[in-house]
């Protein structure tokens, strides 16, 4: 049984921030810490990044703009699960106490 060639995926676009999102989300479910999640983010942006490449190339801007984008996603949405509301107050406290 012969398979039927497959049109070639080239016009697929990743949602960049939803990825890093979600690398954050996993990592914090599962328990790991901020060190595993750069290696994920890093990871994912090598991962898209290769694959644009391979698919036509792309500028070195551009594949900046990949790791950048899943970063600042990652490591937001990352602040947002760690950050205990206790300690946001404590820091946005007058240290005189009249805030």
């Given at each position: 049984m ?14 960049l ?7 954050a ?21 090598y ?17 900046h ?35």
């Amino acid at each position: 049984m012969s398979k039927s060639p497959e049109a070639p995926v080239t016009s697929i676009v990743p949602d960049l921030q939803f990825i890093g999102w979600q690398i954050a989300e996993q990592t914090f479910s599962d328990g790991e810490g901020a060190a595993k999640l750069l290696d994920y983010l890093q990871g994912a942006a090598y991962a898209i990044g290769f694959s644009i490449w391979k698919e036509g190339g792309a500028s070195r801007g551009q594949m900046h703009y990949v790791a950048e984008t899943i970063a600042q996603a990652g490591k937001a949405r990352w602040v947002e699960l760690t950050m205990d509301p206790a300690f946001i107050a404590f820091l946005s406290a007058d240290p005189e106490g009249r805030a």
